[in-house]
């Protein structure tokens, strides 16, 4: 069974950082691109960030670049996404998702960042 399962979120204050984190179980995503998503309240859900199965090929957003990195660690089915300089703007659940057609559908729950004074 397919499941993607967020961490590492929290409350933070602007200009600091966090590093969450997606665990895969029930298949092998090194052999995937890899996307994180985030969606905040009342917007639609945006890709910020992708990876390649081995981290050959990178690539954000442009209001993440230069203050969030993804990577991945294939021996541990995990991808991150190291977030720095935070700003308000950021505050949105954030979400893993595998970049192939046939596994499409499949979403974790996410994870909540905040973003606050």
């Known amino acids: 069974q397919v499941q993607l399962v967020e961490s590492g979120g929290g409350l933070v204050q602007p200009g600091r950082s966090l590093t969450p984190s997606c665990a895969a179980s029930?298949?092998?995503?090194?052999?995937?691109?890899m996307n994180w998503y985030r969606q905040a309240p009342g917007k639609e859900r945006e890709v910020i960030a992708f990876?390649?199965?081995?981290?050959?090929?990178?690539g954000y957003a442009d209001s993440v670049k230069g203050r969030f990195t993804i990577s991945r660690d294939n021996a541990k089915n995990t991808i991150y996404l190291q977030m720095n300089n935070l700003k308000v703007e950021d505050t949105a659940k954030y979400y893993c998702h595998i970049d192939t057609p046939s596994m499409d559908t499949y979403w974790g729950q996410g994870t909540q960042v905040i973003v606050s004074d």
């Open positions: 990876i390649s199965p081995h981290s050959g090929h990178i």
């Open positions: 029930g298949f092998s995503l090194s052999r995937y691109y």
